[in-house]
């Protein structure tokens, strides 16, 4: 199986063409694969031909390949990609007027365990390299005509895997996502999300060049978020939260607190009133989701009054949205990854 050049930054490109090419063709190979961008080396015309020749002898570019696309209704598209190994992964296409939303996955499977996600059913498969996680926007953003660096594009690392388990590859692919001589998206429209593995928020805000953070909360209490959400065990909500008001926010930066509604079990008036004392001394704002029901869920969906009434209790005291579902026709929702055909999942 050749090697993916997709993935590697200019030094590593530097160093598989050894001291025998000059330093500006890793510069032109980089230039390629992230900004042209090129999903054959033959489409390298920067580069000499029989340099392109050597190099294809050994590598490739490692796009994953669309395997199926499912078109939603709402415009919204879930692509199931598959990788050079023959696993898969899925990515969804969000479009709207101002802007288009890419999520993408950054691991195969999931191990957090989150009662309420399809994805969590899956486990844990392995994780996705750096190349394999830009890889989706490419393929994406190639499917639906839209140029990186000129089209406004959004990034939510927010699909299969919990991200800060595959830290290393996680900030890589942040890194030649967001360098403007690589895909060139500004780091204000890339975002990761993850459960709370609290060790690695702080490694995270460390990074040099990084995401924003969103923090999937879901619960009022230490006690309801262990029945939802089994890694609380092992990162206690209290510990979670005092890392997040800790956090190295930039000046124009946000924390991003998620809270998926389950009718009964987390969306009361009280939780809501527990949820504004939890943050009343970050600086964040809240993104409320009606839980996106799926086949071995056990939980429902509030009434869209119940989420309204959570909305105006924390709208007094910070930032509360509603984020809209898009897609639950063909299982692209948030936590209704789990590669199923739409038909199977019916």
Same mark, same amino acid.
């Given at each position: 199986m050749p090697e993916a050049l997709l993935g590697k930054d200019v030094a590593d490109l530097r160093e598989l063409l050894g001291s025998g090419e000059r330093p500006y063709r890793a510069r032109q190979l980089y230039h390629a694969l992230y900004r042209q961008p090129a999903r054959e080396i033959e489409e390298i015309t920067t580069l000499p031909a029989g340099l392109r020749r050597e190099l294809a002898e050994r590598y490739c570019v490692g796009w994953p390949r669309i395997e199926q696309r499912f078109d939603s209704v709402d415009g919204t598209r879930r692509y199931l990609l598959r990788l050079a190994d023959g696993r898969t992964v899925e990515a969804v296409y969000m479009p709207e007027q101002v802007r288009h939303t890419f999520c993408i996955s950054t691991q195969v499977g999931c191990p957090a365990g989150c009662k309420f996600c399809l994805t969590a059913l899956m486990g844990l498969e392995r994780n996705l390299s750096a190349g394999e996680i830009v890889g989706q926007v490419l393929v994406l953003a190639h499917d639906n005509r839209l140029e990186l660096g000129r089209d406004r594009v959004n990034i939510v690392m927010m699909g299969m895997g919990e991200p800060l388990l595959n830290l290393d590859n996680v900030l890589k692919a942040s890194r030649l996502l967001m360098d403007p001589d690589g895909v060139g998206i500004s780091p204000r429209r890339v975002t990761l999300s993850t459960v709370g593995i609290t060790p690695k928020i702080v490694e995270l805000g460390q990074a040099e060049v990084r995401p924003k953070l969103a923090v999937s909360l879901n619960a009022s209490s230490q006690e309801q978020r262990l029945r939802l959400m089994p890694v609380a065990r092992k990162y206690p909500l209290d510990e979670l939260l005092e890392v997040c008001r800790?956090?190295?926010?930039? &000046?124009?930066?946000?924390?991003?607190?998620?809270?998926?509604?389950?009718?009964?079990? @987390?969306?009361?008036?009280?939780?809501?009133?527990?949820?504004?004392?939890?943050?009343?001394?970050?600086?964040?704002?809240? @993104?409320?989701?009606?839980? @996106?029901?799926?086949?071995?869920?056990?939980?429902?969906? &509030?009434?869209p009054e119940r989420v309204l009434a959570f909305q105006r209790i924390l709208r007094r005291s910070m930032p509360c949205f509603i984020r809209k579902p898009r897609g639950r026709d063909i299982y692209a929702a948030c936590g209704q990854l789990r590669r199923m055909s739409v038909e199977a999942a019916a």
């Open positions: 800790t956090y190295p926010l930039r &000046p124009w930066e946000r924390l991003t607190f998620e809270y998926v509604l389950l009718k009964g079990a @987390n969306d009361s008036e009280a939780d809501a009133r527990a949820v504004v004392r939890l943050l009343a001394r970050i600086k964040c704002k809240v @993104n409320l989701i009606a839980l @996106n029901p799926g086949p071995g869920i056990p939980f429902e969906t &509030p009434e």
